[in-house]
Nanobody, 115 residues
Framework: QVQLVESGGGSVQAGGSLRLSCAAS????????MDWYRQAPGKQRELVAA???????NYADSVKGRFTISRDAAKNTVYLQMNSLKPEDTGVYYC?????????WGQGTQVTVSS
């Protein structure tokens, strides 16, 4: 069973920054990709950023130029650096990893951006 543990959420003012971390219980290279999702109150969970095993990255249009996904394989950890935060970035952020057969979710970490 793969475990993913997020950390780094919190409350910031608009324009501020946060860095989220997702620590995996296995080597992240055993996963095809790792992603960050978020869910705002009353809305569906949406993909924010993804990084493949090969290192390719993808971002939601709403965060391009502001968020950066990266990884430290030695620490089995994926990061989401969030800059120029906006109130609409508020939500619970979830780490997700997937292999050939299954997907795995972390417990989520709350990000609140005030105007």
């Amino acid at each position: 069973q793969v475990q993913l543990v997020e950390s780094g959420g919190g409350s910031v003012q608009a324009g501020g920054s946060l860095r989220l971390s997702c620590a995996a219980s296995i080597s992240i290279f055993n996963l095809n990709a790792m992603d960050w999702y978020r869910q705002a109150p009353g809305k569906q969970r949406e993909l924010v950023a993804a990084i493949s095993r090969g290192g390719s990255t993808n971002y939601a249009d709403s965060v391009k130029g502001r968020f950066t996904i990266s990884r430290d394989a030695a620490k089995n950890t994926v990061y989401l650096q969030m800059n120029s935060l906006k109130p609409e970035d508020t939500g619970v952020y979830y780490c997700h990893g997937r292999d050939r057969l299954l997907g795995y979710w972390g417990q989520g970490t709350q990000v609140t951006v005030s105007s």
